[in-house]
């Protein structure tokens, strides 16, 4: 199997497994609106700390995580209209995490979210600095929800929302009554991130081989910046979204530069133009969601780095019963309008997801169970996560899961079970 076949089921399976396990939701970054300022937010105290350590094993019980995480987040208003967003993430890894450089005696990472500066006026608001943008209205299947790239390094063990990389954005927002217009410029787009500490070590512990070189393509800032356009309105029960943007692609395709004396490839980010549009009916306790998106001139690496044009429809339904459970269904199917005939290459991709949340004992316990299928690839995912919260400032949280690839190179990946616990401040 090719060295780019090799990287798309690296990139399909990773993205595929980034489930939402966890039954506790962070602190998410909020949606500030501009026209409705409450001032009794400006004598809260927003800080937040969340101190954590997770362990997790594989099928042979070697240990795959061993890190110590502290996460930091604040948000508020300074001022009569100045809204600031602080969200940082700390991570030390063990020698025996799977995020661990042999060659350091100490290996951490820091993450920056979210660092930004909400200004607002009277029918419009200008937010400047590391930030996060979600789009359309799926919860797991990524349809239009590609401007802001996600930190696969966690795998399983990261709901999405709480995965996404912080990008330095100058975005504008104007109010008109239930209809809103924003406009993002992002100066340094991030790529995604993947489970050991960059790709080419990926790509060669996929592969067995290290007889090649990677090197990283990626623009410098304000060498590529993208550009993007959103337009919402919501109609009593109905919610609409249209979108259009110029994006770099948030994972790569190899481009070989040498071969002799040896080999070098190159992970490029090329541009493409999206536009998508998702609808949202809400209706007593159901959410009905549909979403599409066209994708011009992408270069997906299984392609070989062939231009081609890529559509998606996605649909999606979630039933709320009065907080007791949460159902949601998604499924999606991509198709793929290639400028020649091969049978080398897939046209379709379909994916199904189905998550039950439920909670126990006056929601102290909750449990989430998470099953899925890809094709083709032949992926299945099945995760069941227990959380409990025995005070108000501690989680516990256990996590089974389970993953099928016929593909027997997905030594990345491998069926776990993984235990949190983290504490509030």
Same mark, same amino acid.
Request: hydrophobic share 35%; proline share 4%.
């Given at each position: 199997?090719?060295?780019? &076949?090799?990287?798309?089921?690296?990139?399909?399976? @990773?993205?595929?497994?980034?489930?939402?396990? &966890?039954?506790?939701?962070?602190? !998410?970054?909020?949606?500030?609106?501009?026209?409705?300022? %409450?001032?009794? @937010?400006?004598?809260?105290?927003?800080?937040?700390?969340?101190?954590?350590?997770?362990?997790?094993?594989?099928?042979?019980?070697?240990? #795959?995580? %061993?890190?110590? +995480?502290?996460?930091?987040?604040?948000?508020?208003?300074?001022?009569?209209?100045?809204?600031?967003?602080?969200?940082?993430?700390?991570?030390?890894?063990?020698?025996?995490?799977? !995020?661990?450089?042999?060659?350091?005696?100490?290996?951490?990472?820091?993450?920056?979210?979210? *660092?930004?500066?909400?200004?607002?006026?009277?029918?419009?608001? $200008?937010?400047?600095?590391? !930030?996060?943008?979600?789009?359309?209205?799926?919860?797991?299947?990524?349809?239009?929800?590609?401007?802001?790239?996600?930190?696969?390094?966690?795998?399983?063990?990261?709901?999405?929302?709480?995965?996404?990389?912080? =990008?330095?954005?100058?975005?504008?927002?104007?109010?008109?009554?239930? =209809?809103?217009?924003?406009?993002?410029?992002?100066?340094?787009?991030?790529?995604?991130?993947?489970?050991? %500490?960059?790709?080419?070590?990926?790509?060669?512990?996929?592969?067995?081989?290290?007889?090649?070189?990677?090197?990283?393509?990626?623009?410098?800032?304000?060498?590529?910046?993208?550009?993007?356009?959103?337009?919402?309105?919501?109609?009593?029960?109905?919610?609409?979204?249209?979108?259009?943007?110029?994006?770099?692609?948030?994972?790569?395709? *190899?481009?070989?530069?040498?071969?002799?004396?040896?080999? @070098?490839?190159?992970?490029?980010?090329?541009?493409?133009?999206?536009?998508?549009?998702?609808? +949202?009916?809400?209706?007593?306790?159901?959410?009905?969601?549909?979403?599409?998106?066209?994708?011009?001139?992408?270069?997906?690496?299984?392609?070989?780095?062939? /231009?081609?044009?890529?559509?998606? #429809?996605? &649909?999606?339904?979630?039933?709320?019963?009065?907080?007791?459970?949460?159902?949601?269904?998604?499924?999606?199917?991509?198709?793929?309008?290639?400028?020649?005939?091969?049978?080398?290459?897939?046209?379709?991709?379909?994916?199904?997801?189905? +998550?039950?949340?439920?909670?126990?004992?006056?929601?102290? $316990?909750? &449990?989430?169970?998470?099953?899925? +299928?890809?094709?083709?690839?032949?992926?299945?995912?099945?995760?069941?996560? $227990?959380?409990?919260?025995?005070?108000?400032?501690?989680?516990?949280?256990?996590?089974?899961?389970?993953? /099928?690839?016929?593909?027997?190179?997905?030594?990345?990946?491998?069926?776990?079970?993984?235990?949190?616990?983290?504490?509030?401040?």
């Amino acid at each position: 199997m090719s060295i780019q &076949a090799n990287l798309a089921t690296l990139i399909t399976a @990773i993205s595929f497994v980034q489930v939402h396990a &966890a039954g506790f939701d962070d602190f !998410q970054t909020p949606e500030f609106d501009a026209t409705s300022l %409450n001032p009794a @937010i400006e004598s809260e105290t927003n800080w937040k700390n969340t101190l954590s350590y997770t362990n997790a094993a594989d099928d042979n019980s070697d240990t #795959i995580v %061993n890190r110590l +995480s502290w996460r930091l987040q604040w948000e508020g208003l300074q001022g009569e209209n100045n809204y600031w967003v602080i969200d940082t993430k700390l991570r030390l890894f063990n020698k025996l995490d799977m !995020q661990h450089d042999d060659e350091k005696s100490i290996d951490y990472d820091l993450n920056l979210n979210s *660092l930004y500066l909400q200004k607002s006026f009277e029918n419009n608001s $200008l937010k400047a600095g590391f !930030q996060t943008i979600t789009l359309g209205f799926m919860d797991f299947i990524n349809v239009s929800n590609v401007f802001t790239p996600q930190d696969f390094s966690e795998a399983v063990f990261t709901s999405p929302e709480d995965s996404r990389i912080g =990008q330095p954005i100058i975005g504008m927002t104007w109010y008109h009554q239930k =209809q809103q217009i924003d406009i993002y410029l992002n100066l340094a787009p991030a790529e995604n991130r993947y489970p050991t %500490n960059n790709l080419e070590q990926a790509l060669k512990t996929l592969l067995g081989n290290s007889n090649f070189t990677l090197q990283d393509g990626l623009p410098d800032a304000f060498e590529e910046p993208e550009l993007l356009l959103k337009f919402q309105s919501q109609n009593n029960k109905h919610e609409y979204q249209w979108i259009v943007g110029s994006l770099l692609q948030n994972d790569p395709t *190899l481009e070989q530069r040498s071969f002799v004396p040896s080999v @070098i490839f190159s992970a490029e980010y090329p541009r493409y133009t999206l536009v998508a549009a998702a609808y +949202s009916f809400t209706h007593k306790n159901h959410q009905f969601k549909l979403e599409g998106s066209y994708k011009n001139s992408i270069r997906p690496v299984d392609t070989g780095g062939l /231009k081609i044009d890529e559509s998606t #429809i996605a &649909a999606g339904w979630e039933y709320n019963a009065n907080d007791n459970y949460t159902l949601t269904v998604e499924t999606s199917k991509l198709y793929r309008d290639l400028p020649i005939q091969t049978s080398l290459i897939d046209t379709e991709l379909d994916q199904t997801i189905a +998550s039950l949340r439920k909670n126990f004992l006056n929601e102290t $316990l909750t &449990a989430n169970l998470f099953i899925g +299928s890809i094709n083709p690839g032949d992926i299945e995912v099945s995760s069941l996560s $227990l959380s409990y919260t025995p005070v108000d400032d501690w989680l516990i949280e256990l996590i089974f899961t389970h993953i /099928k690839a016929d593909n027997s190179q997905n030594s990345l990946f491998s069926s776990n079970t993984l235990l949190k616990a983290s504490m509030y401040w």
